[in-house]
């Protein structure tokens, strides 16, 4: 008994410090906090608690509050140009809206490797520029 709650202290403990660094990495650089969340979440939940799809799920659910601080910060600071941003809003709300609805008709096993495949292009991107 004594054994399982330090287990689920300590699962709890990993995963409040992968949200702290999610929240900072989507702080700082505008992206990196989903795939650090994503990647704490799989390695700390075993299947049976959270299927793969929920960890995405989770994630994105986790990343919009995240986000939305983030801009009210930038915004604050004279960081946000909204003439710009403004051109890709709603492309962008229509992609996830229809990523949402795909969610629940690919494989987890496809998901994971299109979730790979964009981590590492998104890697090699930015060690290029």
């Given at each position: 008994?004594?054994?399982?709650?330090?287990?689920?202290?300590?699962k709890i403990a990993i995963?409040?410090?992968?949200?702290?660094?999610?929240?900072?990495?989507?702080?700082?650089?505008?992206?990196?906090?989903?795939?650090?969340?994503?990647?704490?979440?799989?390695?700390?939940?075993?299947?049976?608690?959270?299927?793969a799809r929920d960890i995405f799920a989770n994630v994105i659910a986790a990343t919009l509050p995240i986000s939305i601080f983030s801009t009210i910060i930038y915004g604050?600071?004279?960081d946000l140009q909204t003439d710009r941003f403004s051109i890709f809003v709603i492309?962008?709300?229509?992609?996830?809206l229809a990523g949402?609805?795909?969610?629940?008709?690919?494989?987890t096993k496809w998901l994971k490797r299109i979730f790979a495949i964009l981590v590492i292009w998104s890697g090699i991107y930015m060690v290029m520029k």
């Open positions: 008994m004594v054994k399982e709650k330090l287990k689920a202290k300590s995963l409040a410090l992968g949200g702290l660094f999610g929240g900072l990495a989507n702080g700082l650089l505008g992206a990196g906090g989903g795939i650090i969340m994503t990647f704490v979440l799989e390695r700390i939940m075993t299947e049976e608690e959270m299927p604050i600071r004279g492309p962008a709300v229509i992609g996830g949402a609805y795909l969610l629940s008709r690919i494989s």
